[in-house]
């Protein structure tokens, strides 16, 4: 154990001092920083308003006062309009195998090198301020610092997007956020104009399925995979372009939590996935990805059996594989959360010469849109002078003034052609960014979709039949859920029209939950292909046989035995877990005498945020124990949520007893430690038929 408690008083080293109100005030002492005004003038009391009389009216005057509240009135920027809940880390990225073959980005052909990178996971729906858990997308959005310009990969945890074209992106996201007449509901899905727009927008059928998949769900932001989602295309030296797909894949696989468990941390721990991302990074567990690359020419992606330029449309596994060329580690969290996690911009339309866009119609309206959204957002073109936006490599253009401009050109000549100054920067054929000479048909103008966007039911019906029986149920059991919060008959009809292409079962299993009968089928744009079944898509299965990343919650209380605690708690370390001490109190001594902290009390320290748990208590305080609704909860919802549970004589005696907790082979003496470590790695979902009712 290393809660052993230090009392000492990290403030002892400043002058203390009495105030005239009584409270205690901390002084610079000689050497330490003064406090100073943004004029730089030092501050000589920052508790007490400039005042006529101690009990008299606060004098205009005091500038020092109203430099403070204005600065403080105007904290606050816009919200992201979408994704506006996210939590960032800085890293690195590193080439494992050179790409020369396919493109001339430094970052994508120099092995070995290391490419300083900012990573930003998000929520899609939910405001700054809304949980970490809900059912939805995640944001996964990584900005290269590379030596050609930066670089951002602005993606999401699924490989698809719900919407085919840009133009329909406002109505997408005016009907998944807060309904506007009253205002809620607050970062959910489950309302009526959500369904109502995607039962009448077949295309947004595949990412619908995901959303409703264990991934709309995920334990932990580094158990998340990464997509880039549209086709780009790596551009060569001979100006060759090869299209590819990007990939990021957690070195600890993907995980899920379950809704009832997602449900109860929003409540215990609103910040669950940013306080996760925090600890692991500052306990220097790093999280890890690979970058993979899904390659194809523009030929072999005439014969697939979908449009590449869909971003509907995965491209399965199977059919193009990943090949794994990197990989992103994040070692550092931000000094400062808005200066950083806040202000970065990123925008799909940032990329180095050697990668180009395709034409992907939602890709062509995103070029626009991000751009644009910074200007509100952050107030001024200049955005990209805020140090987590600056590129590392050099930079020099002749764009000048603007809000918050920060550079002082020294120079009469800001524009080009110019012949007053040969120093100035000039552009360069060679090393610029140059398009890619796609050869484009004589096409028609109009609004136009092309008939090979038409089939929005195969894939999705792909996904459901690759996953494992217990994955569709949870499916089938979202769709119920999300469907049973939908007030209006007719939407759900419909959605129940659509169920019936991507799989009967499925659509079966989700009137069934909600007592309805299964209407006629949806008018399907294009006939349903059995586009056969892809592994890469499931979840369950794929997690690494391993505890790294996981956590395990020991309780403890007045008493208990430190050598088994301490066997415990080095078992699980030892694995690459990590370990908190829940104890009834913030401070507990063990049988030892040793006094240690725990890490959460009983009753802020619900089991839902553990990956499995471990009870060593003794009789009186286990009696005790049994009384009290947040231990017993403690152990009813991790047998619920089909986690390891090692227990003592006195925990099974006056606890376990009394639940209906059932000791299946997962449930384990304290004396089966090893079975317990084994239990431990992944979630028990051979149990879960007998604690839930599913679909
Ligand atoms: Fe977007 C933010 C991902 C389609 C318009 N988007 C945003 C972020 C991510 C994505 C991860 C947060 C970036 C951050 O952390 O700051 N968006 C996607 C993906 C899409 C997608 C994977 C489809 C493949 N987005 C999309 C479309 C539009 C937008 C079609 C508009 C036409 N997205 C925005 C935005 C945001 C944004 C309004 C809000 C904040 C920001 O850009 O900087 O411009």
Known sequence: ???????????????????????????????????????????????????????????????????????????????????????????????????????????????????????????????????????????????????????DIVGNNMPIFFIQDAMKFPDLIHAVKPE????????????????????????????????????????????????????YRLINKDGKSTFVRFHWKPVLGVQSTTWDEAVKISGADPDYHRRDLFESINNGDYPEWEFGVQLFTEEEANAFPFDHLDATKLIPEELVPVKVVGKMVLNRYPDNFFAETEQVAFCPSHLPPGVDFSNDPLLQGRLFSYLDTQLSRLGSPNFAQIPINAPKCPFANNQQDGHMQMQVPKTRVLYEPQSLDLTRPRESAKRGFNSFHEQLDDGVKGRVRDESFADHYSQPRMFYRSQTATEQAHIATAYAFELGKVDTAHVRTRMLSHLIHIDEDLANRVATALGMELPEPADAAAPVQDLGTSKAVQTIGLTPDSLKGRMIGILV?????????????????????????????????????????????????????????????????????????????????????????????????????????????????????????????????EREPKVRDLA
Not at 668 to 679: V, W
Request: hydrophobic share 35%.
């Open 180 to 231: 506007p007449d009253r205002g809620f509901p607050q970062a959910a899905s489950a309302h009526d104009t959500f369904w109502d727009f995607v039962s009448l927008s077949p295309e947004t059928m595949h990412n619908l399925i995901w959303l409703m998949s264990d991934r709309g769900l995920p334990r932990s932001l580094r158990m998340m995979e990464g997509f880039g989602i549209h086709s």
């Open 557 to 685: 209380a007045e008493g208990s035995n430190s050598s088994e605690v301490k066997k415990f708690e080095d078992a699980a370390k030892a694995q690459g877990a990590s370990v908190k001490i829940v104890a009834p109190n913030k401070e507990v001594v063990l049988d030892d005498g040793t006094r240690i902290q725990a890490d959460e009390r009983l009753a802020g320290g619900p089991s839902v945020m553990f990956d499995a748990i471990v009870s060593i208590i003794m009789p009186d305080q286990a009696k005790k124990l049994a009384k009290d609704s947040s231990a017993l909860d403690w152990f009813n919802d991790a047998f619920n949520h089909c986690k390891a549970i090692a227990y003592c004589g006195a925990t099974d005696e006056f606890i376990l007893s009394k639940l209906p907790v059932e000791k299946d082979e997962f449930v384990t003496p304290l004396a089966e430690l090893d079975a317990f470590i084994s239990n431990a790695k992944s979630r028990l979902w």
């Open 1 to 151: 154990m290393n809660n052993n408690i230090d009392h000492t008083d990290p403030a002892k080293d400043m002058n203390t001092e009495r105030g005239n109100g009584g409270e205690t005030h901390q002084r610079a002492g000689d050497d330490t920083k003064v406090l100073t005004t943004q004029q730089g003038v030092a501050i000589a009391d920052n508790q007490n308003s400039l005042k006529a009389g101690s009990r008299g009216p606060t004098l205009l005057e005091d500038f020092v006062l109203r430099e403070k509240i204005n600065h403080f009135d105007h904290e606050r920027i816009p919200e992201r309009i979408v994704h506006a809940r996210g939590s960032a880390a800085h890293g690195y990225f590193e080439l494992t195998e050179s790409l020369e073959e396919y493109t001339t980005a430094k970052v994508l052909t120099e092995t070995g090198k290391q490419t300083p990178l900012f990573t930003r996971f998000s929520t899609v729906a939910g405001n700054k301020g809304s949980k970490d858990t809900p059912r939805d997308v995640r944001g996964f959005a990584v900005k290269m610092y590379t030596e050609e310009g930066n670089w």
